[in-house]
């Protein structure tokens, strides 16, 4: 059964104030740049993958591109229009995969971009706005414009800025 919309902001408000917003603060000098090193990156994967081994991760980034590579693919992402290409070529950097790539853009962009990520779509899920039967359980470049789409009704329908949406999905992680 699905919340009322009045129900939903008051699961949304809950869970988005029991983030822990200090988490984000190594991000902050991030925002609004217009590509991303070796060294941006390493900082944002350190952010997102904390759970998930992130050294593994930055050593793939930096064994397998070059900065510039780096500079240039997320110039092209963070430039460009088309939300799922931008998607696709921040993707392009090793060890980021769509996850990964959704928090590269989120961090340049979080009033155009959310995170996609598993925890996230349990909570969509919690809604009855995901069908893991259907669209699957984990982030990926086939579902991410459906997923964005979602986040930014949300967004819309509640009031909230989509950084909001994205840290109450997260935090929440499909609980009631």
């Not at 964005?148 to 994205?166: F, G, K, N, V, Y």
Request: aromatic content about 10%.
């Amino acid at each position: 059964m699905a919340l009322s919309k009045r129900a939903t902001k008051i699961w949304l408000d809950r869970w988005c104030a029991l983030y822990a917003v200090a988490s984000d603060a190594p991000l902050a000098p991030l925002a609004g740049r217009a590509s991303f090193g070796h060294a941006d990156l390493t900082v944002i994967y350190e952010w997102k993958f904390r759970r998930y081994y992130p050294g593994k991760k930055i050593k793939a980034l930096t064994a397998r591109s070059t900065d510039v590579q780096a500079r240039d693919w997320t110039r092209r992402a963070i430039s460009n229009t088309d939300d799922l290409a931008a998607l696709r070529l921040a993707g392009l950097l090793p060890g980021c995969a769509p996850a990964g790539a959704s928090a590269v853009l989120m961090v340049a962009d979080p009033q155009r971009f959310t995170v996609m990520n598993k925890r996230a779509i349990k909570s969509l899920v919690y809604h009855e706005l995901w069908d893991t039967a259907a669209q699957g359980s984990g982030a990926t470049y086939e579902r991410w414009l459906e997923y964005l789409q979602i986040c930014r009704r949300l967004s819309t329908d509640h009031a909230m800025t989509l950084r909001e949406i994205d840290r109450a999905l997260w935090q929440a992680e499909g609980r009631p």
